[in-house]
């Protein structure tokens, strides 16, 4: 029987999950839902709160001591969230509802800095104080952890590696979600990835599926196909240019790569470091590593855990 430390709520675009999580970070009893599509923002919030007061009451007595969430937007230094794309998240205080649902001390934050504070914890950096965190899904995103604690900057913002610019002056370079051109996300995004295989299909003269993945230009990549090769190479370049970036500012012992397209594996990580080694000054040369995500799924919520128990 685990005894459980912390209730922890992880709210993503799609789907929710709440989890009884003990002091070393193993989950107890956990719930999960799908949004209903026209569920907005308070009427999902009033469903997860139901579910987590339906794991404490199967816990029975040792109850949690306070509540960690994960929300897959910006959140603010008060704990509001917002949204832009469940309608009805701007209206809502997460830690005051927390508080009033179950009479606990609350602490939100976004799910990329959890990630990076789920995976130093508990996951791939569990050896180390100091990370940074990227997420490589549909976007890019991630995480600054340092002295065991996220790293937010002036304005909240830190970690927002997708945005590190790569080849923002090339009118050439693809236009990125924030408006400017060759962040490092308009390049090595699963998204990215997935456009730049349908070019580079159609360029040799092959069917280019308008639903094609990120993963299967990595299983082709995987066959040494030498159209997935080059698409997986460019986007490489792009993600290392980011990691070695973060690591001249931070000077980190390591970098853990998470989110969908990391599953790809070795297939992503191998050539991954070997770049980062490239472009590195002498002085950082093979002095950090970058490592897989350990939590998969689970960094975010795990992070809503550990970020509980520092209340
Ligand atoms: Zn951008």
Redesign the pocket.
């Known amino acids: 029987m685990v005894t459980s430390e912390v209730l922890a709520f992880d709210f993503g675009g799609t789907k929710a999950r709440c989890a009884l999580v003990s002091r070393d970070g193993r989950l107890g009893p956990t719930r999960a839902q799908r949004r209903p599509p026209s569920a907005d923002g308070p009427r999902w919030l009033a469903r997860m709160l139901d579910e987590g007061r339906g794991l404490l009451a199967e816990a029975g007595p040792g109850a949690p001591r306070a509540v960690g969430v994960s929300f897959g937007g910006p959140v603010d230094d008060e704990g509001r969230v917002s949204s832009m794309h469940v309608a009805g998240w701007e209206k809502v205080d997460l830690r005051r509802s927390m508080r009033e649902a179950f009479g606990l001390p609350c602490l939100v934050d976004n799910d990329a800095n959890l990630g990076a504070l789920g995976e130093q914890r508990f996951g791939a950096g569990r050896d180390t104080a100091h990370l940074a965190y990227f997420t490589v899904s549909t976007g890019v995103g991630g995480g600054v952890v340092l002295q065991g604690k996220v790293h937010h900057g002036a304005h909240g913002i830190a970690g927002e590696f997708?945005?590190i610019p790569f080849r923002p002056f090339d009118l050439a370079a693809p236009e990125?979600?924030?408006?400017?051109r060759g962040?490092v996300?308009?390049l090595a995004s699963g998204r990215a990835i997935a456009r730049e295989g349908r070019r580079a299909l159609a360029a040799v003269g092959r069917p280019a599926p308008d639903d094609l993945t990120a993963e299967q230009v990595f299983a082709a990549a995987g066959r040494d196909e030498t159209w997935a090769l080059g698409v997986r190479d460019r986007a490489v370049e792009a993600l290392a240019h980011a990691v070695a970036s973060v690591l001249c500012v931070l000077d980190l012992p390591v970098v853990v790569i998470g989110g969908g397209v990391a599953q790809a594996g070795e297939l992503l990580l191998g050539p991954l470091r070997g770049r980062v080694e490239d472009a590195l000054p002498e002085v950082l040369r093979g002095r950090s590593q970058v490592r897989q995500a350990a939590l998969g799924d689970f960094s975010s919520l795990l992070g809503a855990a550990a970020l509980a128990m520092e209340d």
């Open positions: 997708g945005h990125c979600a924030c408006g400017k962040c996300e308009s």
